[in-house]
């Protein structure tokens, strides 16, 4: 079975531009959730989609980041205009709605650096 | 305060060393509890859920003290295939929401 896939593995880009990230969640998985990791700090919920729906996106930083799950499949996240503080690893994770403890499986992540 | 807090590290231990890691949360609503494994530029793996009555999975051990809001992971003969960073991760639902709320970290390297 394939994991959670996620695209581009990096991607350099300079402040002020647009980077859309994409995330493949496991087949099957209703939740898909959004984690960055900056440099030095811990890992850090971002939002939760249940299916297509916004469950929760208490971490978003500010409205520079939109997040979409357009049919409740993949999932994009977009940063627009990005600024330096957005460097870090984006990661993604799924998981399957109805089983016990939910456990959460995460893609290898996007590396994001802004200059 | 950090919501999990984790020893900071680094640990260097030598092979076939038993190595024990540490963790406190300080929300006292947190009902799920896991080590999750995390090898250089990859993604967290899931290496254990925490029981209450505390759980075993080969060379690993794992407690949980629900009163100390304390986890704590046991690692007996350690190999070179155990260097990683060992994150402390806690999930507090809260309005159906699962996100799970992780510690900075500890590394582990088994020298040989």
């Known amino acids: 079975e394939a994991g959670v896939t996620q695209f581009p593995s990096h991607s350099v880009i300079e402040k002020g531009q647009t980077v859309t990230l994409r995330c493949d969640p496991i087949s099957g998985h209703d939740n898909l959730y959004w984690y960055r990791r900056v440099m030095g700090k811990e890992i850090k919920f971002l939002l939760h989609?249940?299916?297509?729906?916004?469950?929760?996106e208490s971490g978003m930083p500010n409205n520079r980041f939109l997040a979409e799950r357009t049919g409740g499949t993949y999932s994009t996240l977009k940063v627009q205009p990005a600024e330096l503080e957005d460097s870090g690893v984006y990661f993604c994770?799924?998981?399957?709605?109805?089983?016990?403890?939910?456990?959460?499986?995460f893609g290898p992540g996007t590396r994001l650096l802004v200059l | 305060r950090k919501e999990v807090e984790q020893d900071p590290g680094p640990f260097n231990v030598p092979e076939g060393a038993t190595v024990a890691f540490n963790c406190t949360y300080s929300n006292s609503a947190s009902q799920s509890f896991f080590w999750y494994r995390q090898d250089c530029r990859k993604e967290p793996k899931l290496l254990m859920s925490?029981?209450?009555s505390g759980n075993e999975d080969g060379r690993f051990t794992a407690q949980l003290n629900r009163a100390s809001q304390y986890i704590s992971l046991l690692i007996r003969d350690s190999k070179l295939s155990d260097s990683a960073t060992y994150l402390c991760?806690?999930?507090?639902?809260?309005?159906?929401?699962?996100?799970?709320?992780f510690g900075t970290g500890t590394r582990l390297t088994i020298i040989p």
């Open positions: 925490v029981y209450s």
């Open positions: 989609f249940v299916k297509e729906s916004k469950q929760d």
């Open positions: 991760v806690v999930n507090t639902p809260s309005f159906g929401n699962e996100k799970l709320t």
């Open positions: 994770a799924s998981s399957q709605e109805g089983t016990s403890r939910k456990t959460q499986y």
